[in-house]
């Protein structure tokens, strides 16, 4: 992993479901629409699930201390990310949430010449554009993990971790678990 990119401030259980999430939404493919995961402490979604936990072969308090585990929402509305994501809110039992996108990501220098309307337009057709798959989870204490996974990268195998690596996506999920 490139220096930099990890953050000492990434807690492994949300990191480790944040990358199960990024690899389950890969599995599809490239040019897949945005993805919205609610995330339940599995200890107390299996105590609260007997039956799940039964059909599981698992125990509530056999889990790991921190366990997250990702559901699946229905599609989100073909509408702006900002305004269907304003739209959300989450009941108590739900710890956080994770949003996996496809994104294009510019080299900084391209920030120069961006012009004042129509940059998305731009941006899809500059010549130094990486596609990228980005993925971020926050938890309703404010934690949150990233990925970010370059389209056309050897194998795509590479996956750059953070827990800065899109401050705003962050800040707009949190909103979501703290709407009342």
Same mark, same amino acid.
């Given at each position: 992993?490139?220096?930099?990119?990890? @953050? &000492? @401030?990434?807690?492994?259980?949300?990191?480790?479901?944040?990358?199960?999430?990024?690899?389950?939404?890969?599995?599809?493919?490239? @040019?897949?629409?945005?993805?919205?995961?609610? %995330?339940?402490?599995?200890?107390? /979604? %299996? &105590?609260?699930? +007997?039956? /799940?936990?039964?059909?599981?072969?698992?125990?509530?308090?056999?889990?790991?201390?921190?366990?997250?585990?990702?559901?699946?929402?229905?599609?989100?509305?073909?509408?702006? /990310? @900002?305004?269907?994501?304003?739209?959300?809110?989450?009941? +108590?039992?739900?710890?956080?949430?994770?949003?996996?996108?496809?994104?294009?990501?510019? +080299?900084?220098?391209?920030?120069? &010449?961006?012009?004042?309307?129509?940059?998305?337009?731009?941006?899809?057709?500059?010549?130094?554009?990486?596609?990228?798959?980005?993925?971020?989870?926050?938890?309703?204490?404010?934690?949150?993990?990233?990925?970010?996974? %370059?389209?056309?990268?050897?194998?795509?195998?590479?996956?750059?971790?953070?827990?800065?690596?899109?401050?705003?996506?962050?800040?707009?999920?949190?909103?979501?678990?703290? &709407?009342?």
């Amino acid at each position: 992993m490139p220096s930099g990119w990890e @953050d &000492a @401030d990434v807690t492994e259980p949300l990191q480790d479901t944040l990358v199960e999430i990024e690899r389950h939404v890969g599995q599809a493919g490239w @040019d897949q629409p945005p993805q919205l995961f609610a %995330l339940a402490e599995t200890a107390d /979604l %299996l &105590a609260r699930e +007997p039956a /799940l936990a039964a059909s599981l072969g698992m125990i509530a308090n056999g889990v790991p201390a921190g366990a997250l585990t990702p559901v699946e929402q229905d599609p989100l509305p073909d509408a702006p /990310l @900002d305004e269907s994501l304003a739209q959300i809110g989450w009941p +108590p039992e739900v710890a956080g949430c994770a949003l996996v996108q496809e994104v294009v990501m510019l +080299p900084p220098d391209a920030e120069d &010449a961006m012009p004042q309307s129509d940059v998305l337009t731009w941006a899809a057709d500059h010549p130094d554009r990486r596609d990228a798959r980005l993925a971020v989870a926050v938890l309703r204490d404010g934690t949150r993990a990233c990925t970010v996974r %370059l389209r056309g990268a050897p194998e795509e195998a590479e996956l750059l971790v953070g827990a800065d690596l899109a401050p705003n996506l962050a800040a707009a999920l949190l909103a979501t678990l703290t &709407a009342s």
